[in-house]
């Protein structure tokens, strides 16, 4: 499931077909980071030392009680006629206990489940170190987004100080609409260097998830605003009936249940025996003795410990229940955020930029003209950027809501490719 996840994720952030690698660090996928995740961080490298814990805890449960061996001295100091090596009685005895009412298979169910209730765990973590690894990959994606988005602005820019500047020389603008134009050029240039330095931190952090100081790597330049059709919310609520979060109830409800049959188990005292031979130096005789004892009132003793037992055992129902909602809440949520998300992205693609990139057009060769102030154009190149971030930052949310339903449900949620990015 973890490599199944890993692809679905970096489906999500794919790089377009001519992307390039801005950098000369080595590239490096979602998949390849993953990776690096599952080896070295600390989390994880903690299951199998709980898994062999556990073993050993259910090697322990497998013990019957040990058998006991005695020697008994009588009469070794005493007075009068019963002193001396003469008086000495000595009796030389194995003890034990029968246990009685289930108590070894009972204890051996309780390591088992605890056993089991690893296997859930397990995969909580590997899918929560995925998202995490998937989050801090899309932040450096979403970065290099964000140059782009500054590089085309500073293009568009550094053609309006140029047009300002030769308008300047042939006298038809003041000299207050050049340092407007590259005002507005240094604030493009500084969104260039911001979204730069978001980009290291970006990887910085994403390289801290191995615990590694030095960033070695960079990653393609994918297209954050590919968003994949997802199947209908039913379906996808019906995947969290194998999320491994109920999984993990549905494991500690089996602890609980092990736990009361070894509660019950106590109803039935056990047995201790013993048996050994005794020998009088003074008589020269030996004799066979022996014994067993019971404990009485073991249901008034048990019946608390069986009482609560049951308790917990119900309660687990209870909470499956309530996490079942939560999670349920928890995926509504964010399959409409993405729903929501990729329709702004979709209609900022089709029906908002294309108007603004010919609006944008249209005043430059206006304000060339003398037709138009030089706010005119400015404010239209604003508002070009302005809707690009817009369009990325809905592209954010959704990949962020997609990573989180991924989380959630743990199965491929892609809809069919053909489907392309329509709502």
């Given at each position: 499931?973890?490599?199944?996840?890993?692809?679905?994720?970096?489906?999500?952030?794919?790089?377009?077909?001519?992307?390039?690698?801005?950098?000369?660090?080595?590239?490096?996928?979602?998949?390849?980071?993953?990776?690096?995740?599952?080896?070295?961080?600390?989390?994880?490298?903690?299951?199998?030392?709980?898994?062999?814990?556990?073993?050993?805890?259910?090697?322990?449960?497998?013990?019957?009680?040990?058998?006991?061996?005695?020697?008994?001295?009588?009469?070794?100091?005493?007075?009068?006629?019963?002193?001396?090596?003469?008086?000495?009685?000595?009796?030389?005895?194995?003890?034990?206990?029968?246990?009685?009412?289930?108590?070894?298979?009972?204890?051996?169910?309780?390591?088992?489940?605890?056993?089991?209730?690893?296997?859930?765990?397990?995969?909580?973590?590997?899918?929560?170190?995925?998202?995490?690894?998937?989050?801090?990959?899309?932040?450096?994606?979403?970065?290099?987004?964000?140059?782009?988005?500054?590089?085309?602005?500073?293009?568009?820019?550094?053609?309006?100080?140029?047009?300002?500047?030769?308008?300047?020389?042939?006298?038809?603008?003041?000299?207050?609409?050049?340092?407007?134009?590259q005002a507005a050029l240094a604030?493009?240039?500084?969104?260039?260097?911001?979204?730069?330095?978001?980009?290291?931190?970006?990887?910085?952090?994403?390289?801290?998830?191995?615990?590694?100081?030095?960033?070695?790597?960079?990653?393609?330049?994918?297209?954050?605003?590919?968003?994949?059709?997802?199947?209908?919310?039913?379906?996808?609520?019906?995947?969290?009936?194998?999320?491994?979060?109920?999984?993990?109830?549905?494991?500690?409800?089996?602890?609980?249940?092990?736990?009361?049959q070894l509660a019950s188990s106590?109803?039935?005292?056990?047995?201790?025996?013993?048996?050994?031979?005794?020998?009088?130096?003074?008589?020269?005789?030996?004799?066979?003795?022996?014994?067993?004892?019971?404990?009485?009132?073991?249901?008034?003793?048990?019946?608390?410990?069986?009482?609560?037992?049951?308790?917990?055992?119900?309660?687990?129902?209870?909470?499956?229940?309530?996490?079942?909602?939560?999670?349920?809440?928890?995926?509504?949520?964010?399959?409409?955020?993405?729903?929501?998300?990729?329709?702004?992205?979709?209609?900022?693609?089709?029906?908002?930029?294309?108007?603004?990139?010919?609006?944008?057009?249209?005043?430059?060769?206006?304000?060339?003209?003398?037709?138009?102030?030089?706010?005119?154009?400015?404010?239209?190149?604003?508002?070009?950027?302005?809707?690009?971030?817009?369009?990325?930052?809905?592209?954010?949310?959704?990949?962020?809501?997609?990573?989180?339903?991924?989380?959630?449900?743990?199965?491929?949620?892609?809809?069919?490719?053909?489907?392309?990015?329509?709502?």
């Open positions: 499931m973890w490599k199944r996840l890993a692809a679905l994720a970096a489906l999500a952030m794919a790089p377009c077909a001519g992307a390039q690698v801005t950098s000369s660090a080595v590239p490096l996928t979602l998949d390849a980071a993953i990776e690096r995740v599952s080896r070295t961080h600390p989390d994880l490298r903690l299951l199998p030392l709980q898994q062999q814990a556990a073993r050993a805890r259910y090697d322990a449960a497998g013990l019957a009680p040990p058998l006991v061996f005695g020697v008994d001295l009588e009469n070794a100091l005493g007075s009068g006629d019963s002193r001396g090596i003469d008086a000495l009685e000595t009796t030389v005895s194995l003890a034990g206990v029968l246990e009685r009412g289930g108590k070894l298979d009972a204890r051996r169910a309780v390591a088992q489940a605890n056993i089991d209730a690893l296997a859930p765990q397990r995969e909580i973590i590997r899918l929560d170190m995925m998202a995490e690894a998937a989050r801090r990959y899309l932040a450096i994606t979403v970065a290099s987004g964000r140059e782009r988005i500054a590089l085309e602005d500073i293009e568009q820019r550094r053609r309006a100080v140029d047009a300002a500047r030769r308008r300047l020389s042939a006298g038809a603008s003041p000299a207050s609409t050049l340092i407007t134009a604030q493009a240039e500084l969104d260039r260097d911001r979204a730069l330095q978001e980009g290291r931190a970006a990887r910085l952090s994403l390289a801290a998830l191995w615990n590694a100081r030095d960033v070695d790597f960079d990653v393609a330049s994918g297209d954050p605003l590919q968003l994949p059709a997802l199947q209908e919310f039913g379906q996808l609520a019906d995947l969290l009936e194998r999320t491994p979060e109920l999984a993990l109830i549905a494991g500690e409800q089996r602890v609980r249940q092990a736990q009361l106590q109803l039935r005292g056990d047995v201790s025996w013993q048996l050994g031979i005794r020998n009088d130096r003074a008589g020269r005789d030996s004799s066979l003795v022996g014994g067993f004892s019971v404990p009485l009132g073991n249901a008034r003793r048990a019946d608390p410990e069986i009482r609560a037992a049951r308790s917990e055992l119900e309660m687990s129902a209870v909470e499956r229940q309530a996490r079942a909602l939560q999670l349920h809440a928890t995926l509504a949520e964010a399959h409409g955020r993405y729903a929501n998300a990729r329709l702004e992205v979709t209609r900022m693609e089709r029906d908002v930029l294309p108007q603004l990139r010919r609006a944008e057009k249209a005043a430059e060769t206006a304000w060339r003209a003398g037709a138009i102030s030089y706010l005119e154009w400015a404010q239209l190149q604003a508002m070009r950027i302005q809707a690009r971030q817009r369009q990325l930052d809905a592209a954010v949310s959704a990949q962020s809501a997609l990573i989180e339903i991924q989380r959630l449900t743990g199965q491929p949620l892609v809809a069919n490719a053909t489907q392309g990015i329509a709502p």
